[in-house]
């Protein structure tokens, strides 16, 4: 790349900043704060209701035995700031999720000697350890660990205090979006763990961090403002673990406090049902994938718990959610597990996917922006992408993610190529690069989103991302019709001088085999066939890898659809499936 072409990446990527992300990134590096040790405030005695929190895999292999991201370490060999590790590992080693997760109970012995040993081997505010994500994390996991019965390990409290006093002065202004959020939530769960003026200051701290935040980062239709599915859900989770604070010290925080948390609960449990797929777990839309976030039932379980932020069968939005999750209608979360599901047609529009559950099949379809133009770390160049479901198990897969950091493998994974959506000349829809950048990114128009009188449901939407960046490129429309028998067809149009390809992930376990035309290819496996017609275009199928987890990466199938002229159409039909042997609907024209 030329330094000019350098020089404009940059400017596209740097353009879209906030002013309190430039000064705070400079602020950050340069501020070097001096811990606090003094002893902690009081602790303050339980006054409402604590109920177990959402829980994850264990972590915890054996005493010194760590597993994150697939990776299995010893900590007497590692130690807890190993920079031959990824950071996203060690950054793990630091969150302490073990202390919640299921069997924590069966570990106590282990967590006590694990904090006592993180305590004498993480100087106050060095390394990787005193970062204010990792301790944001940690500083809430201690707090579960203690409100689920444990007597403190000498010198937890005292330490629990002097992390939260440098979190104070190391908020991550610079990052914003979900960091800042739980440095926020941190604050006020501390804030009413302690009592006293000090804590009072660091909850009232968050607070107005939340004021202006969560309205800011959870839309009208209950998305995670990321777009990340896998970061909804911890979303999901920030907000239940506030809710669950603020019911064990009730009258605590102000009323309209706690409404701005609860009122948002049951839509954006409502939103994560309709991002999930029938097996339970989210789809692979940007940064996302499995064993990050608790899973949907868990979030489910614990919302059940809760007086607060109950799931409304009937919500659609924050406010209509609020008025049944502050009565704590116990039997609506039950009901309401299944409600995304149920719909034929869940439109999200502020965060721009469309949920369509048809013949058995369900199609989660990216129609909107990659993330907030501020932010776009966790974006992927998936626009008008989608995956598809059928009965139990997933048929059509983005790639997914299993890893973060600066490579060829992260950008791939972020590319284009890697989800079921269409390249010019192999260019991304967004100019993603380095780990967690984006230049020029695609705008997306949701155009329509109906049921036909026959039963039809078509499903409209373009993006200009190739605009300007690929010879003689207009917008990429593309339409979804989802016909009355087991039928979808995907017409794609693209005016573009360069080659388009339309690319079609198949889950592991499918293998595509094409027929001697090219323009067929059908694939098996668990008792489901699926039979994929083009028309305006010609299949070839290669190699490829999936990640449904960080650290995993799994052989798959992909198909590729070369265009012969501007649109091309792709007929996908399933068991049941008709006899048809080609497409019946045209391209768009």
């Known amino acids: 790349m030329s330094p000019l072409a350098k020089a404009l990446r940059l400017w596209h990527t740097v353009r879209w900043l906030k002013p309190v992300q430039v000064y705070g990134r400079a602020w950050f590096r340069l501020s070097r704060p001096r811990p606090d040790l003094r002893p902690a405030p009081r ?43 990824a950071k996203l590992w060690r950054y793990n080693q630091h969150y302490f999720d073990d202390l919640a997760a299921f069997g924590a109970a069966e570990r106590t012995a282990w967590h006590r000697a694990l904090i006592a040993r993180w305590m004498r081997e993480c100087p106050a505010g060095e390394g990787t350890a005193w970062e204010p994500y990792p301790t944001s994390l940690r500083v809430v996991n201690w707090i579960k660990w203690l409100r689920a019965g444990n007597e403190p390990v000498e010198g937890m409290l005292d330490s629990l205090a002097a992390q939260v006093r440098f979190l104070t002065k190391r908020l991550e202004w610079h990052l914003l979006g979900n960091h800042l959020f739980v440095n926020a939530k941190a604050l006020v769960i501390a804030g009413v763990f302690f009592e006293g003026d000090e804590a009072a200051a660091w909850r009232e701290r968050g607070w107005r961090i939340l004021r202006a935040e969560v309205p800011e980062q959870i839309l009208a239709d209950g998305g995670q403002f990321e777009r990340s599915p896998m970061y909804h859900a911890l979303a999901v989770e920030d ?44 789809a692979f839309f940007n940064d996302s994938a499995t064993g990050v976030a608790p899973s949907l039932a868990e979030l489910e379980s614990y919302a059940s718990k809760l007086v607060y932020g109950q799931a409304s069968q009937t919500a659609t939005s924050p406010a209509d959610a609020g008025g049944q999750a502050e009565h704590g209608q116990a039997s609506q979360a039950q009901a309401s597990q299944t409600h995304s599901h149920a719909l034929p047609v869940h439109t999200l529009a ?20 990659v993330g907030p133009d501020y932010l776009p770390g966790h974006a992927h160049a998936d626009t008008l992408s989608f995956e598809l479901s059928i009965g139990a198990h997933r048929v059509l897969v983005n790639s997914g993610t299993s890893l973060y950091g600066v490579g060829p493998e992260r950008l791939r994974q972020r590319g284009t190529a890697a989800h079921n959506t269409v390249t010019v000349d192999g260019a991304n829809s967004s ?40 010879p003689g ?14 039928t979808l067809t995907v017409n794609d149009l693209l005016p573009a001088d360069g080659a388009r390809e339309s690319h079609w992930h198949f889950a592991p376990g499918f293998e595509p085999v094409v027929d001697a035309t090219g323009r067929v290819l059908t694939a098996s496996a668990h008792g489901i066939t699926v039979r994929l017609a083009a028309e305006g275009a010609a299949w070839r199928v290669t ?18 659809a070369r265009f012969e002229g501007q649109a091309a159409s792709v007929r996908i039909e399933w068991q049941p499936c008709t006899s ?4 019946t609907t045209s391209p768009l024209k």
């Open 239 to 282: 907000m239940l673990d506030l809710a669950n604070a603020m019911g064990a010290y009730p009258h605590i925080c102000r009323a309209e406090d706690e409404s701005l948390v609860t009122a948002r609960i049951a839509g954006m449990l409502a939103f994560l049902r309709a991002v999930s797929h029938p097996d339970g777990e989210v």
């Open 580 to 583: 048809s042997s080609s497409p």
């Open 350 to 369: 502020d965060s721009g996917f469309v949920r369509v559950a048809h013949a058995a099949a369900v199609a989660i379809l990216d129609v909107g922006p």
């Open 473 to 486: 490129a207009g917008d990429h429309r593309r339409e979804w019709r989802f016909a009355a028998n087991a």
């Open 431 to 470: 100019e993603v690069w380095g780990g967690f950048r984006v230049a020029r990114r695609a705008r997306a128009r949701l155009l329509d989103a109906s049921t036909l009188p026959d039963g039809t449901i078509t499903v409209t939407a373009e993006h200009d991302g190739y605009r300007g960046r690929a």
């Open 43 to 85: 602790v303050r005695a339980l006054a409402g209701h604590w109920v177990e929190p959402a829980r994850r895999s264990p972590s915890m292999v054996s005493a010194t035995q760590l597993r994150f991201l697939g990776e299995e370490r010893d900590l007497d060999a590692h130690g807890w700031d190993d920079k031959g590790l």
């Open 543 to 560: 190699r490829s890898t999936y990640h449904p987890r960080f650290g995993v990466s799994e052989p798959n199938w992909k198909a590729i």
